[in-house]
């Protein structure tokens, strides 16, 4: 048995954020396999480990931990790397990561699984999300500009949690060239030893019968 567990599917962009920190510590890891679009996540027994019903879920040493971003900062403790190394990188991950849950993640995962997954989605509702996540990639694409990464002068578990959702660019309905920091910034953390790209990192890809934009 590994050491950790995730709970995650491959669909799942915050299920990839801890799952590619794993990935990158060369960490004793499995994935356990979420039915998410088939209601696993609502069953009894999946409420019975995590009562928000939400994936991704991570057990380690009699731990359940709920939520990629306090997840991502357990990991970072556990396995001694890509956390802060004083209290003003400490602050500096925290804020990135809550700018992400709050906006980067929020309004991008949002806009794709509206692209992706809801069948006649309401145009008008489509385009108030793509709007705000712009806002979002403008605020990180200028943040990085003359930096290559988010809270550090290293890859941190803010660049983590930011990156769950940006290697989807076909299915969000973005070319990063057009915010090409986030461009570079995703290609520096690609080229990182071991990283893999969520659908080759977590089970459950491809969904039969789903129409993804960008899939053949």
Not at 115 to 140: G, I, S
Not at 167 to 172: A, N, R
Request: hydrophobic fraction near 40%.
């Amino acid at each position: 048995m590994a050491d950790y567990t995730l709970h995650c599917f491959a669909q799942s962009g915050n299920s990839y954020k801890p799952a590619l920190m794993l990935a990158l510590c060369g960490a004793d890891w499995e994935p356990r396999f979420v039915e998410f679009f088939k209601g696993a996540s609502r069953t009894p027994e999946y409420r019975a480990l995590n009562v928000m019903g939400e994936v991704p879920l991570l057990e380690h040493a009699g731990h359940k931990l709920s939520q990629s971003g306090v997840i991502l900062d357990y990991l970072a403790e556990a396995l001694g790397t890509y956390g802060p190394s004083n209290d003003i990188e400490r602050r500096e991950i925290l804020r990135w990561t809550l700018f992400d849950n709050h906006k980067f993640t929020s309004y991008t995962a949002t806009l794709r699984y509206l692209r992706c997954y809801v069948p006649n989605t309401d145009p008008a509702v489509t385009a108030m999300f793509r709007t705000r996540a712009e806002a979002a990639w403008k605020v990180l694409d200028d943040h990085l500009t003359g930096r290559e990464w988010v809270a550090a002068r290293r890859p941190t578990i803010a660049d983590f949690s930011l990156a769950g959702y940006v290697y989807w660019p076909d299915e969000i309905g973005v070319d990063w060239k057009d915010y090409p920091h986030i461009r570079d910034w995703a290609a520096r953390i690609a080229a990182l030893p071991g990283w893999k790209h969520p659908y080759d990192l977590m089970p459950g890809h491809p969904l039969a019968g789903w129409n993804i934009p960008g899939e053949k």
